[in-house]
């Protein structure tokens, strides 16, 4: 439980939009994603606001592999 609150925390961002698709992407994904794809996301957190609005909204491409599917998963929040 400790883990999900240090992650809903990092969800907490200074643009609106990227708090809505956060949280939009932690209620709906967040029990279903595997091991690998939860450290993709938390990986996802460690970027600055402008970059990670940039890979949800299009603006960038994360490439492939896991990291590139929890971007999918996040634009479709």
Request: net charge negative; with cysteine; aromatic share 6%.
């Amino acid at each position: 439980m400790a883990e999900l609150d240090r992650i809903r925390w990092h969800c907490r961002r200074g643009l609106l939009e990227l708090d809505i698709v956060l949280n939009r992407f932690l209620d709906r994904e967040l029990g279903s994603l595997s091991a690998a794809e939860l450290q993709a996301f938390k990986g996802l957190l460690d970027l600055s606001d402008n970059d990670l609005w940039d890979l949800v909204s299009g603006r960038a491409e994360p490439g492939t592999g896991v990291k590139g599917r929890v971007v999918e998963l996040l634009r479709s929040s």
